[in-house]
Every structure is written in C-alpha cells, then in structure tokens.
C-alpha cells in the first residue's frame, strides 16, 4: 500500500527557521569550545603530571569538533548532522561530571550546551534538506 507524501512546507516557512537553528548552532557551538578550553586550561586537576599534559587532554577533547567545524561555518546540511553524532561525546562527558560533587555545575553546563547543540543542528539539517527539496521543484 502506498503512503501518500507528506507536503513539503513552503520556502518562506523554512528561511527564518534555517536562519534561525543556524545562528544557535553556531553559538552553541562556539560556546561549547570556548566553555571546554575554560573548564580545562582553568579548572581541570593534572593530579601533578608534567605541564603538557594537560594541553593534550584538551587537543583530544577539541579535536572531534575541530573536525566538524568546517561542515559547520559552511552551512553544510551533512555536517550538522555530522555534529549531532559528534557532540553526543559531549553530553556524556557533561553527565559523568554532573555526578561528581566538585564537578557538577560545570557538567550540568556541558549537558546544556551538548543538548542545545544537538537540537539545533539537528533541525537545521531537517529544514536544509526540505529547503533544497523544495529548490529543487518537489511539492
């Protein structure tokens, strides 16, 4: 039996929303790495290992969204929805921290922003995929 196709919404429906989930993903985004150089370079316990330790605990943990911050700047639909996958690292970074006394408003932060992060890219990526649907001449 065949589904009857949902209607794609219209373009003027979907700039502002693109618009829109871009800017907070962005935002988000940029607030997640500047949040993770802070927590790290200010807060973060080398339990007295030597002094470049800890710069490369940060270089791993900003390298995955290192690697998708161009898909992002660009506006590229795949690599919004590759930062989805990406920032899922994140959020369980922020939930193990959250469990920890003398970490838990600074994991509570990182979940937030994680979250927020995943949410809008993910619509964005939705809406980008109808936007060029639509373009493209489909009802």
């Not at 979907?14 to 150089?37: D, G, N, Q």
């Not at 290992?49 to 161009?70: G, H, R």
């Amino acid at each position: 039996m065949a589904r009857k196709k949902k209607p794609l919404p219209p373009l003027e429906w979907l700039a502002p929303r693109l618009k829109a989930s871009r800017t907070i993903t962005l935002a988000s985004f940029v607030a997640l790495v500047l949040f993770i150089l802070v927590w790290d370079l200010l807060f973060a316990d080398a339990h007295g290992a030597a002094s470049w330790v800890p710069w490369l605990v940060l270089c791993f943990k900003l390298l995955p969204l290192l690697i998708v911050a161009p898909g992002l700047v660009l506006g590229s639909a795949r690599g919004h929805a590759w930062a989805c996958y990406v920032v899922n690292f994140y959020f369980i970074l922020g939930v193990l921290a959250a469990f920890e006394p003398n970490r838990a408003l600074l994991g509570w932060a990182e979940i937030v922003l994680s979250l927020t992060l995943f949410c809008a890219a993910m619509l964005y990526t939705r809406w980008r995929f109808q936007y060029d649907r639509r373009l493209a001449g489909e009802v």
